[in-house]
């Protein structure tokens, strides 16, 4: 069984920074798309940015120029580097990735989710 497990969050006033890392587990043959999204109070998740395995990146309009994303393929990990951080990019952030491993082959993961906190 695959896990995806995240870390970092926390609380940081506006305009401080944070790294979230999401590492996955199990009996992983590969990993694809990583990437986080996020669910704010009373909104729906939306996503923040993903990177494929060949280190291709997408952003959201509203995290563009803040946020940058990684991955280390050796340790099956993701990061999210947040930078100038706003008090409304406080959510739970998600962690997602596409793996294929067994006994269910290309799968989509989530994480369990970790809470960002700016405040103002």
């Known amino acids: 069984q695959v896990q995806l497990v995240e870390s970092g969050g926390g609380l940081v006033q506006a305009g401080g920074s944070l790294r979230l890392s999401c590492a996955a587990s199990g009996s992983i043959l590969s990993i694809y798309t990583m990437g986080w999204y996020r669910r704010a109070p009373e909104k729906q998740r939306e996503f923040v940015a993903d990177i494929t395995s060949g280190g291709s990146t997408k952003f959201a309009d509203s995290v563009k120029g803040r946020f940058t994303i990684s991955r280390d393929n050796a340790k099956n990990t993701v990061y999210l580097q947040m930078n100038t951080l706003k008090p409304e990019d406080t959510a739970v952030y998600y962690c997602?990735?596409?793996?294929?491993?067994?006994?269910?082959?290309?799968?989509?993961?989530w994480g369990q989710g970790i809470q960002v906190t700016v405040s103002s």
């Open positions: 997602n990735a596409d793996v294929s491993a067994p006994p269910f082959g290309l799968h989509n993961y």
